[in-house]
C-alpha cells in the first residue's frame, strides 16, 4: 500500500538545472533504500542513482558529478538535484523504492535549446 508520486520535471537548456521529487505514502518509506531511474522512448530504463536508508548514494557514471541524490525520511521524500544537464538526459524520470515493484508516474525531463 505504497504510492509514489514523481514531480519537477520540465523543459531546460543544456547546462540547466532540475530538482526532481518523488513523495511517498505508506509509513514504510525509511525501511528502504531509494532509487531513481530514466527511460527515453525506445530505449531501456536504466538506474540513474541510490541512497542507502542511512544516506548514502550511489551514482551510475554518465551521472556522476552533476546530479545528487538525496532523502529527507521525515516528509517521505527522495530528491535528485540535476545539474549540468545535457540533451542525453532527456528521459521520464521515475523513483522506486529499492527491491519493490512499486513505481509512481514518472516525470518528463527534456533538455533542449
Known amino acids: 500500500q505504497v504510492q509514489l508520486v514523481d514531480a519537477g520535471g520540465g523543459l531546460v537548456q543544456p547546462g540547466g538545472s532540475l530538482r526532481l521529487s518523488c513523495a511517498a505514502s505508506g509509513n514504510i518509506f525509511s525501511l528502504y533504500a531509494m532509487a531513481w531511474y530514466r527511460q527515453a522512448p525506445g530505449k531501456q530504463r536504466e538506474l540513474v542513482a541510490v541512497?542507502?536508508?542511512?544516506?548514502?548514494?550511489n551514482y551510475a557514471d554518465s551521472v556522476k558529478g552533476r546530479f545528487t541524490i538525496s532523502r529527507d525520511n521525515a516528509k517521505n521524500t527522495v530528491y535528485l538535484q540535476m545539474n549540468s544537464l545535457r540533451p542525453e538526459d532527456t528521459a521520464v524520470y521515475s523513483c522506486n523504492p529499492w527491491g519493490s515493484t512499486y513505481w509512481g508516474q514518472g516525470t518528463q525531463v527534456t533538455v533542449s535549446s
Open positions: 541512497i542507502s536508508k542511512g544516506g548514502s548514494p
